[in-house]
């Protein structure tokens, strides 16, 4: 089993629109709703991909059951401790102006240290039964800045590899704890660690942890054991919306450890499942029969430091 932690899931709703005006009512032509949080997405690319996978988050009223019944449709399970406040919702927007692909994301409900600690209850829990550990996306208010350290920390001791997706101070504070895999986007990479190129970006997280990977959109993904740097690549049509391709190639990074791959595999895995996301209207979501069309058209490059 591979724990995936979300902690605070969302509603992703896609909203389509013919335009957008400004300070006027705007009717939507289509909307449809998806599961999501980082972590969600990730659970459900490696149930795609044939792992066994349990979400670990914060659920609120109707919207948080309504996540955790589509889990279940899907063979995944859920738990953690259940809040007052609705889960929230987060929206996506469609249509042929300016706002196309536009994310509107909800703040979710505010937990206590009382929840926080029922939370780190269960994941002890959980923790011994898991193959290994994804944590992804942000935290709840209330929650304290070192909530990923507090969990890796916990990992590390259990000897389970965490495969972690957050910024800011939780991301800062969990470098204390030396996670196994981190992803980031450029941006992300740049303002934690300013470089001239993203190879250098790249190799500079690497002492943090023992895998970095930053994914630049249509440049790839650029990934790292400190030794060398793979560059994987993919040239894409028809592109849907990118929404959830870096929680989908996380999922293939986790994977490739479970099935012992190597560097240039793990790579081309990753970057594949990151890609496919891009092909189907469902929000970040791929399918295993486009992962596999995709691994033979990613493009390959090694990069000594």
Same mark, same amino acid.
């Given at each position: 089993?591979?724990?995936?932690?979300?902690?605070?899931?969302?509603?992703?709703?896609?909203?389509w629109?013919?335009?957008?005006?400004?300070?006027e009512p705007?009717r /939507?032509?289509?909307? %449809?709703?998806f599961?999501?949080?980082?972590?969600?997405?990730? #659970?459900?690319? +490696? $149930?795609?991909?044939g792992?066994?996978?349990?979400i670990l988050?914060?659920?609120?009223?109707?919207?948080?059951?309504?996540?955790?019944?589509q889990?279940r449709k899907?063979?995944i399970?859920?738990?953690?401790p259940?809040t007052?406040l609705?889960?929230?919702t987060?929206?996506?927007?469609?249509?042929?102006?300016?706002?196309?692909?536009?994310?509107l994301l909800?703040t979710?409900?505010?937990i206590?240290?009382?929840?926080?600690?029922?939370?780190?209850?269960?994941?002890?829990?959980?923790?011994?039964?898991?193959?290994?550990?994804?944590?992804?996306?942000?935290?709840?208010k209330?929650?304290p800045?070192n909530g990923?350290a507090q969990?890796?920390?916990?990992?590390?001791q259990?000897?389970k590899?965490?495969?972690?997706?957050?910024a800011?101070?939780?991301?800062i504070? /969990?470098?204390?704890? %030396?996670?196994?895999t981190?992803?980031?986007?450029?941006?992300? #990479?740049?303002? +934690? $660690?300013?470089?001239?190129?993203?190879?250098?970006?790249?190799?500079?997280l690497?002492?943090d942890c023992q895998?970095?990977?930053?994914?630049?959109?249509?440049r790839?993904?650029?990934?790292?054991?400190?030794?060398?740097?793979?560059?994987a690549?993919?040239?894409l049509?028809?592109?849907?919306s990118?929404?959830?391709?870096?929680?989908s190639?996380?999922?293939?990074?986790?994977?490739?450890?479970?099935?012992n791959?190597?560097?240039e595999?793990?790579s081309?895995?990753g970057?594949?499942?990151g890609?496919?996301n891009?092909?189907?209207e469902?929000l970040g979501?791929?399918?295993k029969t486009?992962?596999?069309?995709?691994l033979g058209?990613?493009d390959?490059r090694?990069?000594?430091?």
């Amino acid at each position: 089993m591979i724990l995936c932690i979300c902690p605070n899931p969302s509603v992703d709703k896609y909203v389509w629109l013919k335009t957008f005006v400004e300070r006027e009512p705007n009717r /939507a032509t289509k909307e %449809k709703n998806f599961p999501g949080g980082k972590g969600i997405h990730v #659970a459900f690319g +490696l $149930k795609e991909l044939g792992h066994e996978v349990k979400i670990l988050g914060f659920w609120g009223g109707p919207t948080g059951a309504w996540i955790q019944e589509q889990c279940r449709k899907s063979g995944i399970t859920c738990a953690g401790p259940e809040t007052e406040l609705w889960t929230r919702t987060c929206i996506t927007f469609k249509s042929d102006g300016q706002v196309n692909d536009t994310e509107l994301l909800g703040t979710g409900p505010e937990i206590d240290l009382k929840l926080f600690s029922s939370f780190v209850k269960t994941y002890k829990e959980l923790i011994s039964d898991a193959e290994c550990v994804t944590m992804s996306g942000s935290w709840p208010k209330g929650a304290p800045d070192n909530g990923y350290a507090q969990l890796i920390e916990i990992a590390n001791q259990h000897r389970k590899k965490v495969f972690l997706d957050c910024a800011g101070h939780q991301l800062i504070n /969990a470098f204390s704890q %030396k996670p196994f895999t981190i992803h980031l986007n450029e941006k992300e #990479a740049k303002e +934690l $660690k300013p470089a001239a190129t993203m190879e250098e970006s790249v190799l500079t997280l690497t002492n943090d942890c023992q895998f970095a990977a930053v994914t630049a959109g249509a440049r790839g993904l650029f990934y790292s054991d400190g030794k060398q740097i793979i560059h994987a690549k993919i040239e894409l049509k028809n592109i849907h919306s990118t929404v959830g391709s870096g929680d989908s190639l996380l999922a293939g990074l986790t994977s490739a450890y479970c099935k012992n791959l190597n560097l240039e595999e793990t790579s081309r895995l990753g970057a594949a499942c990151g890609a496919a996301n891009c092909l189907r209207e469902d929000l970040g979501v791929f399918y295993k029969t486009d992962v596999d069309k995709l691994l033979g058209k990613v493009d390959l490059r090694k990069i000594n430091p």
